[in-house]
């Protein structure tokens, strides 16, 4: 079994900069290596057959990946002496991040899904380094031991388990200060088998939203609390402070740092309502059918329109921008992530459900209702039954979740509208 504990670090100032530089360093590593990787796909990516016949073929290079690159260290500390002060599992963690940073560029996750074209860090963008390899002895009291770094105090606001032995440690800096995050792991301990069969009373369905974070299969929703429009007059008179700054100068940085740490905040409250509002969900509930979202498909921009001249008309992007930012506020991917990581901490199951048209029909009688978004109540003219839209919603999750009475069938290429019928 494995986990992960963060710990808020207490270094002193000689010991932080000796971080700050060993990020420099590694950002900067991290760039020439990703650069070579650059390098060579551009200049031999093309296959020989698409190249003419009588054109010139010059030697290929050799193809850089982890292993040559790793190897280059040596000639890199010998190059450049002053990379030998930092420890040599941090700099060969540089090569793995570039390694999986070009991988999913180029051919993609488990699942065929490509990510775009990896970026060069920029200063103040690459914020964490690793030791691959620690062990429990370098956890002493209240202070761990960083190789070739010190002593360095940490708040242990929990123990360690027993019998969980220390894997490796990730430095990172945050705006408040540095923290270490530690992978424990304990081979003893079988990973938590889910057997839970979803039945209609063990069972719960939510429709997540923007007016009520969620709405429950029971009737019951729970609000959603908005930090970040809360806080969005505060953060934007702080940036427009930052602005009237002079670039460099100290009073800009104390600024920047006041923004990260209101941000900071923000991110926190949020995850701390997604742990909170889980495990109220997860309290009553063995199985919990969500909706399978694409949130990032649902926060991009509007499409642009044109005019036969080429003009560009009004596309709703000033309206649509609003919606990205409410969506974004609400946290819903990772709100589904921590819910599955909780239920299968616990041995219970998320289920994700097939959203499509489960807005736009009744519950009951499984007609079909149109409604379009700014309409909040489902009054079926055939049933009679008046609810809220969002519960509407999350009882028919539930019932397309247990797959016993219902299924929907998807409106067809000639235009028939969709329509439930019982299997």
């Known amino acids: 079994m494995n986990i992960s504990h963060q710990y808020k670090l207490l270094p002193t100032q000689a010991q932080k900069a000796i971080m700050n530089r060993w990020l420099d360093m590694c950002r900067a590593e991290y760039n020439y ?37 790793k190897r280059a260290l040596v000639t890199l500390k010998q190059e450049r002496p002053w990379y030998k002060d930092v420890h040599s599992q941090v700099l060969q963690d540089c090569a793995k991040r570039v390694k999986l940073a070009f991988d999913r560029f180029i051919k993609g996750d488990c699942n065929g899904n490509r990510s775009g074209k990896p970026r060069f860090k920029a200063l103040n963008r690459y914020r964490s380094f690793t030791y691959t390899q620690i062990t429990g002895g370098d956890i002493t009291g209240n202070a761990i031991n960083l190789s070739k770094v010190g002593k360095v105090k940490l708040i242990l606001h929990r123990p360690i388990p027993d019998g ?23 081979e003893s301990v079988p990973d938590i088998k889910i057997d839970v069969t979803p039945t209609k009373e063990n069972s719960v369905a939510l429709d997540l939203g923007l007016e009520k974070f969620a709405a429950l299969s029971t009737g019951k929703f729970i609000d959603i609390p908005q930090y970040f429009r809360c806080s969005e007059d505060k953060c934007a008179l702080l940036q427009q402070k930052v602005s009237t700054r002079k670039k460099g100068s100290r009073a800009k940085k104390l600024l920047n740092r006041k923004v990260g740490k209101l941000h900071q905040k923000i991110a926190r409250q949020r995850k ?21 979202l694409k949130v990032r498909n649902m926060s991009k921009r509007a499409k642009p329109k044109q005019d036969e001249t080429g003009k560009f008309l009004h596309n709703g992007q000033a309206a649509k921008s609003g919606l990205n930012k409410s969506i974004a506020d609400a946290g819903w991917a990772s709100f589904l992530d921590i819910l599955s990581f909780k239920a299968e901490k616990a041995g219970q199951k998320v289920v994700k459900v097939d959203p499509y048209g489960t807005s736009q029909h009744c519950s009951t009688c499984l007609n079909k209702v149109p409604k379009d978004l700014s309409e909040r109540w489902h009054s079926c003219p055939s049933c009679s039954l008046s609810i809220d839209r969002d519960t509407n919603s999350a009882i028919l999750i539930k019932k397309l979740g247990l797959d016993v009475s219902l299924s929907i069938k998807r409106s067809t290429r000639k235009g028939r509208e969709a329509h439930a019928v019982l299997s």
């Open 33 to 69: 290596l990703l650069a070579e990787r650059f390098d060579w796909w551009e200049k031999n990516r093309n296959d020989v057959n698409s190249c003419p016949l009588i054109c010139h073929l010059p030697e290929l290079k050799d193809n850089p990946n982890y292993y040559s690159q």
């Open 164 to 186: 969980f032995i220390a894997k490796t440690a990730i430095i990172s800096k945050k705006s408040d200060g540095w923290y270490v995050t530690i992978s424990l792991a304990d």
């Open 272 to 292: 701390q309502f997604h742990f909170e509002a889980a495990g109220k969900i997860l309290t009553n509930a063995d199985v919990v059918f969500v909706e399978n």
